[in-house]
């Protein structure tokens, strides 16, 4: 299967920044449409960030846009969530997703791979 392994993860306080890596084997990255998911306590996983296979596209759920930036280096295998102006409701264990599809989705069930989540805590 498909691995992916996630790092950038940390508490900080309301305002600061992350920024989130998520490392692919293969080519998984160069192939393929990704994500970014996050699931806070007692909460289902929402949908945050998607991109194309490309790089071109991008889309992200209204609450963190304009604040968080989805981007991918295809040569590295790698992709990213740069996270600005952190919220203490951004506080979640967030994950990277890929899917066989080179077009975005927001969609949890459209998703075929996904690394094991990393945690970001964000303090008032």
């Known amino acids: 299967q498909v691995q992916l392994v996630e790092s950038g993860g940390g508490l900080v306080q309301a305002g600061d920044s992350l920024r989130l890596s998520c490392a692919a084997s293969g080519r998984t990255v160069s192939s393929s449409a990704m994500g970014w998911f996050r699931q806070a306590p007692g909460k289902e996983r929402e949908f945050v960030a998607t991109i194309n296979r490309s790089g071109g596209t991008f889309y992200y759920a209204a609450s963190v846009k304009g604040r968080f930036t989805i981007s991918r280096d295809n040569a590295k295998n790698t992709l990213y969530l740069q996270m600005n102006s952190l919220k203490p409701e951004d506080t979640a264990v967030y994950y990277c997703?890929?899917?066989?599809?080179?077009?975005?989705?927001?969609?949890?069930?459209?998703?075929?791979?996904w690394g094991q989540g990393t945690q970001v805590t964000v303090s008032s």
């Open positions: 997703a890929a899917r066989q599809s080179s077009t975005t989705s927001y969609r949890l069930g459209e998703y075929d791979y």
